[in-house]
């Protein structure tokens, strides 16, 4: 594990000399280039704080290098720890980002802005630590804190940062003291654990700790009667102990260990509600073997050497935890007559505890959490890890690098507080997770003072304050997935409400005017509407038209259902319906093309230029004399005219889905004429990747009406319905539909 060494924690590097020194220390091991950076960022940072001084009245630049201090101990890298060093001079000098880059690099400077950002997290405002509500924003933070860095050292530095201000905490007023001491237990040391740097955790809870229970603090520390650096060395001592006896024992394990701090141990006594005296686990010791076989073994050494305490003995490889949490644990009377907590496991069940989906962190710090979010912090622990095992800091720093939070996002509101998302939410979700009426009335958003389309997608660490108006309603463009508006089912159920409680004559209208709407559009004629509202499970029609307009049926589930709507001949049977795929294929005919034709192989295939079928259309093929067959939409007026006699020439075919081909289909715009039409029109069909095939437009100078049409390829009758409902929500345009000829 990760341990932090310190040679300057008290902030002397301040002084020149002792920076000299320190700087000749890290040479060892470092490039004459990478001294030479930090030298640089020394030399900045000295410029910067030359008159600032802190609440203790040192000068400011002995906290600055007192946090490099710490990340050399944590064997970070050259460019974290000039970052270190500069991490207040952007927010507290005159020194710029520009300038840091001009003299650190592009590298540093980046690692600095990234501090700037993180300042959000000063405004944490923690109350009761039982209070669930804050618990799960303290967690929102410290998601925030991860997913807003892009680079992970960001996250160490800012650690670095905190542990240092914890150290020096004395020289603040006692309402501070109290602040930062609930804000640094419930966000930083938890970070801190999660990303295994136990001694920062540890040192930090202790700190934290004694400012927030100064009175337990006290007794716990007078009833362990030792100093820490007298419990570690009676550690050490039992450590010697068992090497020597497991190696005797022809036992090949690796034992460590260290004493409990005092936090965990007023923890225990709480959980478990026990007094001091009677905890057995105050010092602790930890044993790794190869095999299950070797824990054993390595049990049977050590209540050989030492009396084990009765009822103080598990065996959670024989039965594990419900987290999977395997180890042995037992207690012993060790050396002096002095308690000994003895934990036994093998390698494979020491990563799967350290560096799995993080089960131990649950048990340790209580509650449930997310599994994926685990499973990520356990991939930056991992880095912790492999920094050690890299032979070039670079590869190692290129590892570091990577955005791992991509699946959420983390914005806050004007007064601070983190709201978690999916990612790609919008403002307008962002408004209905604060409240259904700001949702319901929201007309625009500002993200960090700016103004933003309520579509913009939401990045992690922006502030959204969301623009209402006094009697606002929601839009039932909202509701089509096509537009963008709404990314989350939360946000699109809560406008769905909405229109579920208005008059049921206004959502009957507005239902029948969206449904004809879409008949327009499609170019849909003498199509039996009960019919249609029977594919959607309603007995009659004014059901139908109601969930359309409460915007429990949408238009994309409409269009779905028209494709697959038979408007049959005057002659037809039921049997004559055919079932229709949607996906789009290629090919000139047969089962291997766009086509396919029950009972026989494959055909020559044309499509009809009379309706032009598109995939997604229900069709039908007439054989022809000599031309293979054509296909054609089963609403074709051609189809529904044809003559009894030439009916036999119809048989069944659907639409293949093997292959991806597009088709032609001609679609017609109705609108008033103003500049940039026609180029607002071809950007949406180009941002969406369709080819035009052909433009004709008509301006009537008297009124300024245009009448465009167009033909495009399309790959299917969705992608049509998208396009058209982009284009009717173009200013100026009244009407975007399918042209039947």
């Known amino acids: 594990m990760v341990y932090v060494e310190s040679k300057f924690g008290d902030g002397s590097l301040h002084e020149e000399a002792a920076r000299d020194a320190w700087l000749q220390g890290l ?41 490099a201090d710490i990340l050399a101990g944590l064997r970070m890298d050259h460019e974290t720890l000039a970052a270190a060093i500069l991490h207040d001079v952007v927010e507290d000098t005159e020194i710029s980002l520009t300038d840091i880059e001009q003299a650190c690099g592009a590298a540093v400077a980046h690692l600095v802005d990234g501090l700037t950002k993180m300042k959000v997290i000063g405004e944490y405002q923690a109350a009761e ?48 003291q109290q602040r930062i001491a609930r804000e640094t237990l419930d966000i930083y040391a938890p970070l801190a654990n999660r990303l295994g740097i136990w001694q920062v955790k540890w040192e930090l809870e202790d700190l934290a700790f004694r400012y927030l229970e100064p009175q337990a603090y006290k007794e716990i520390a007078r009833a362990l009667d030792e100093r820490r650096i007298d419990r570690q060395r009676y550690i050490d001592k039992v450590l010697a102990i068992l090497r020597q006896e497991l190696e005797r024992a022809g036992v090949k394990a690796d034992v460590k260990g260290r004493p409990k701090h005092i936090y965990s141990i007023w923890k225990k006594m709480q959980r478990k509600g026990l007094s001091f005296h009677e905890l057995y686990d105050v010092r602790a010791v930890r044993i790794l073997v190869d095999t299950i076989p070797d824990c054993y073994h390595a049990l049977g050494v ?29 207690a012993v009377v060790g050396p002096e007559g002095k308690t000994v907590e003895v934990q036994i496991r093998t390698y494979e069940m020491d990563k799967e505890s350290e560096l799995g989906v ?60 983190v709201v978690d998302m999916p990612q790609g939410a919008t403002p307008l979700d962002f408004a209905y997770y604060i409240h ?6 929201a007309r625009g958003a500002r993200v960090d003072g700016r103004m933003v389309p309520i579509t913009y997608e939401l990045k992690s660490g922006e502030q959204v304050e969301i623009l209402t108006t006094r009697h606002g309603e929601p839009s039932r463009d909202w509701l089509n997935p096509h537009l963008g508006y709404l990314k989350t089912s939360r946000a699109r159920a809560k406008v769905r409400h909405w229109f579920t409680q208005q008059a049921l004559e206004r959502n009957l209208a507005e239902g029948r005017a969206v449904l004809e709407k879409e008949l327009r559009r499609f170019s849909v004629s003498d ?140 679609i017609e715009i109705l609108a008033f004429d103003r500049q940039g039409l026609l180029r607002d029109i071809t950007s949406i069909l180009s941002n969406e990747k369709i080819n035009v095939l052909s433009v004709n437009t008509q301006t009537n100078k008297q009124d300024y009406s245009v009448r465009m049409q167009l033909t495009l390829e399309i790959a299917n009758i969705d992608e049509l319905s998208r396009v058209l409902g982009r284009i009717g929500q173009l200013p100026n345009v009244t009407e975007a539909r399918r042209r039947i000829h």
């Not at 410029?47 to 802190?54: G, I, M, N, S």
């Not at 039982?130 to 998601?143: C, F, I, P, T």
């Open 358 to 417: 993080a089960a131990h962190w649950r048990y340790k710090e209580g509650g449930k959490s997310n599994r994926d979010f685990e499973q990520k912090v356990a991939w930056l622990r991992q880095l912790l890890e492999w920094k050690d095992e890299e032979n070039s800091a670079g590869d190692f720093i290129d590892r570091f690098k990577s955005e791992v939070f991509q699946d959420r996002v983390y914005v806050l509101t004007p007064q601070g507080e």
């Open 27 to 67: 040479a060892a091991d470092r490039k004459p280039e990478e001294i030479a950076l930090i030298r640089r960022a020394l030399d900045l940072a000295e410029r910067a704080h030359r008159a600032q001084t802190r609440a203790s009245g040192e000068p400011y630049l002995a906290h600055a290098t007192a946090v």
């Open 302 to 330: 050590v209540h050989m050497l030492w009396p084990h305490i009765p009822k103080e003995f598990d065996d959670y490889i024989a039965t594990p935890k419900e987290n999977r949490y395997r180890s042995i644990h037992t």
């Open 436 to 441: 259904t009426e700001v949702g319901n009335r």
């Open 129 to 176: 630590q039982g209070n669930k509500k804050e618990q799960v924003k303290a967690e929102s933070l410290r998601k925030l804190l991860l997913a807003m860095a892009e680079d992970v050292r960001v996250v160490l530095i800012k650690l670095a940062d905190r542990l240092h201000n914890m150290r020096t905490l004395q020289h603040l007023p006692p309402h501070k």
């Open 527 to 666: 199509l039996p509407l009960e019919q249609l509202a029977a594919q959607f499970g309603y007995d009659q029609l004014d059901p139908f038209l109601l969930a359309i307009g409460r915007g429990d049926i949408n238009t994309s589930q409409i269009v779905r259902a028209l494709q697959k709507q038979v408007v049959p001949p005057s002659e037809s049977t039921e049997e004559e319906a055919l079932p229709i795929t949607a996906p789009a294929a290629t090919g000139k005919g047969g089962s291997d093309g766009g086509i396919y034709i029950r009972g026989v192989g494959n055909l020559l295939t044309s499509m009809a230029r009379c309706c032009k079928p598109a995939p997604g259309d229900a069709v039908v093929g007439y054989i022809t004399q000599g031309r293979g067959v054509t296909i054609h939409r089963r609403d074709c007026r051609n189809i529904l005219n044809i003559a009894p006699e030439k009916r036999v020439r119809l048989i069944e075919v659907e639409w293949s889905s093997k292959q991806r081909q597009t088709y032609p289909v001609d």
